[in-house]
Nanobody, 131 residues
């Protein structure tokens, strides 16, 4: 059974850092671009970042650019999201997901990631930024 398992969430003060992990089992991430999404209470799920497998190119939403870094360890079959300078508006449940159409991240006409183009999803990890 394919599983994506996120970990690393928690409570952090504004300005702090967290590193999220997304580990895959029964699925090789070699064939997929992988993205992080987040969903805050009462808001739609939004794409945060994506990393391609084909060339390790990356995408970041404007709201996290310069603060978040996505990376992957192909040996461990794991993708990471390093989050620095966290702010209260970053509070959300963070999900990882595999891109349906292959190893290259693709951005829609609106400049964002399309959640409907992702197949496998993790269960999410809560990130809370509060003093």
């Amino acid at each position: 059974q394919v599983q994506l398992v996120e970990s690393g969430g928690g409570l952090v003060q504004p300005g702090g850092s967290l590193r999220l992990s997304c580990a895959a089992s029964e699925l090789s991430l070699d064939y997929y671009a992988l993205s992080w999404f987040r969903q805050a209470p009462g808001k739609a799920r939004e794409g945060v970042s994506c990393i391609s497998h084909s060339d390790s190119s990356t995408y970041y939403a404007d709201s996290v650019k310069g603060r978040f870094t996505i990376s992957r360890d192909n040996v461990k079959n794991t993708v990471y999201l390093q989050m620095n300078s966290l702010q209260p508006e970053d509070t959300a449940v963070y999900y990882c997901a595999t891109y349906r159409w292959g190893p290259k991240c693709t951005v829609g006409a609106d400049g964002g990631l399309n959640i409907y183009e992702y197949d496998y999803w993790g269960q999410g990890t809560q990130v809370t930024v509060s003093s």
